[in-house]
Every structure is written in structure tokens, then in C-alpha cells.
């Protein structure tokens, strides 16, 4: 599939689009530093919001969660691997304790607070969950997904009007045809 090359305007800068797949996932898989992972991160969301097509902004969006959960830490990468491996196994007290790991060693890392809150979602400790993903969301105001539990946690805790906002703010950072499933969400809440 052929993509255009295209320019969005931003309010502060002027961003080409339509870099080919293959070469933004090399931009992923070469990330060194948090800096590099800043700027592609940027790139991505950029390429992601002017994708075109659901199947670019899937891969895409797939690009975004690598970029997320990577950290120059080889050591805080495996603690995230082996915390979303154990938590795929419905294992999540287990869990908890290497995301709590990743964050002893480095409390700037958004996607550890993420992935704790998310965990505390599932297991209804939703008081937590929030108090989690608005550091995530502090420190990565651009993470669709923490702002998708966000809304969840407080469907749950019966603040719709918050659990609207938050499920929109998601949906701004989401192409189109990505946020679809916001819709739905947000229309609970009202």
C-alpha cells in the first residue's frame, strides 16, 4: 500500500507525514536514549493522527505502545516484559511487584505508572488506578491508553462527567477511525 506524502500544520510547527512503516519501525527498534525515545515518539503521533487508513494507524498505534514501554535501561526493559508477561496471565499481584521494580529504579517512567494502573483497574482498585495514571498522564500527557483507563476507573466511581472528558481528551489524540471505540465510552458516561 502506497502512502501520500503530506504536511500538517500544528500550531507551533509544520510536520512531514507519510514516512514509510518499515522505516518508522527502525526508528523504534534503534532507540538509544529517553531523548530518542521523545522524538519518536513525536514522529509517531505526528504519522499516527495523519495516517490515512485504520491499517496504517494500527501499525502505527502498534509502533506507539513499543515506544512507550521501551527505556534505556536494559534492566527496567526486562522488569516491564516480565510485569506484562505475568500480567497476560491474570497473575497480577505478581505483576505489581516488577512494574513497582521498574519504577524503584527510575520514577520518571510513565509507562510503569500506566501499566500499575491499568493493573489496579482490573482489579477494581480504581482510588489507585486514578492516583497512577495521572502521574502516567503527567509525565506522558499524550498516552491515549491512560486516559481510556482513566475514563474507566471513573465510569466505575460513578463521575461521568469526568469519565466524558477524559474518554474525548483520548479521542482528540486518536485518528478517526481509531477512536470508534471511545465513542461508545464516552456516550455511557453521559
Known sequence: ASVTSQSVFTSQRIVQ????????????????????RSATLQRLLDEFWAAGTGQRAYAIEKLIWQA???HPNAGISELMQRGSATMEQNKFKDAEVFFRQALVRDTQFSEAWYRLGQLHYLLG???LSLSELDIALELEPSHFGALSVRGLDLLQLGCYTQAEASFREAQELLPEYSARFLAADASEAR
Open 17 to 36: 507525514t507519510g514516512t514509510p512503516l518499515d522505516e518508522l519501525a527502525t526508528d523504534v527498534s534503534s532507540m538509544k536514549s529517553k531523548d530518542d
Open 68 to 70: 512507550w514501554t521501551f
Open 125 to 127: 482498585d480504581h482510588e
